[in-house]
């Protein structure tokens, strides 16, 4: 892998354990891309077609960055399948955590995280299975993008990131992470939820942190006081025309 990983480290365990089912959407949603590529290619004289090619699916916990993730791994009836994602008896995931927050990203250009899940499956992961789990994640997380908030958030935590290679070349393009946070109860303890990654253009701008408030307010956020984090100034004049009492 010659991409350095946008997922914070295990010493910031609130926002790494924000992002376990997160991972786990993506992951299985690699998984079943790989096990339809899979079947595809199995088909013959021998094996007449997929109707009765599946074989259930069998519960796995593997390790990744952000943590522990407990996986439905699907199978195969002749038990041929041997997912890249994380091999039938590795415990740990191979790469696509890395790239977890392009590959999540609402409105991530798809032959960019196509060119950056190529660095980090094998040299050999054929392109088409890397565009199959490309739009099996982003189909599987179109429910995730359009939840609507149940509860306030008074705090919003912005963080703008880009993955870079070795040498500190930028990879990909920006990502733009939304944590909410409620008011501390009485013994001090604050509920944190993630609730959005969107993809930015390069070219930057206001319209892409307008687009994402806007969202978010769509999707039924409210009493937003505040806005903190390392995207926090291009972000104020947007957060300005949705919660104008917000600082």
């Known amino acids: 892998m010659s991409l350095q990983h946008q997922i914070p480290s295990a010493s910031d365990k609130p926002r790494v ?3 376990v089912s997160l991972a786990r959407i993506v992951l299985e949603a690699a998984l079943e891309a790989e096990l339809i590529e899979h079947l595809a290619c199995q088909d013959g004289p021998a094996r007449p077609g997929r109707r009765n090619a599946r074989n259930g699916t069998r519960s796995k916990t593997v390790r990744s960055l952000v943590g522990p993730v407990t996986l439905e791994v699907p199978r195969d009836r002749w ?12 415990r740990e995931v191979v790469g696509v955590d890395r790239v977890l927050f392009p ?40 429910d995730w993008h359009e ?11 912005v963080h703008m990131s880009t993955l870079r290679t070795p040498d500190g070349r930028s990879a990909g393009f920006p990502v733009l992470s939304v944590i909410g946070a409620s008011a501390p109860d009485a013994h001090g303890r604050q509920r944190r939820e993630l609730l959005s990654i969107h993809a930015l253009p390069a070219e930057g701008g206001h319209e892409p942190w307008l687009a994402v408030v806007s969202d978010l307010r769509r999707r039924e956020l409210s009493g937003v006081t505040s806005v903190v984090g390392s995207a926090a100034v291009p972000f104020r004049a947007a957060v300005a025309h949705v919660w104008p009492a917000a600082s």
Request: charged fraction near 20%.
């Open 17 to 19: 354990g924000l992002l």
């Open 79 to 90: 038990g041929t399948f041997a997912p890249m994602t994380v091999g039938k008896w590795q």
């Open 103 to 142: 590959l999540a990203a609402k409105g991530a250009p798809t032959r960019e995280i196509v060119a950056l899940l190529a660095q980090a499956y094998p040299p050999d992961a054929p392109e088409r299975t890397l565009r199959r789990i490309v739009t099996m994640a982003q189909a599987r997380l179109e």
């Open 147 to 157: 939840r609507t908030f149940e509860a306030p958030y008074p705090v919003l935590h």
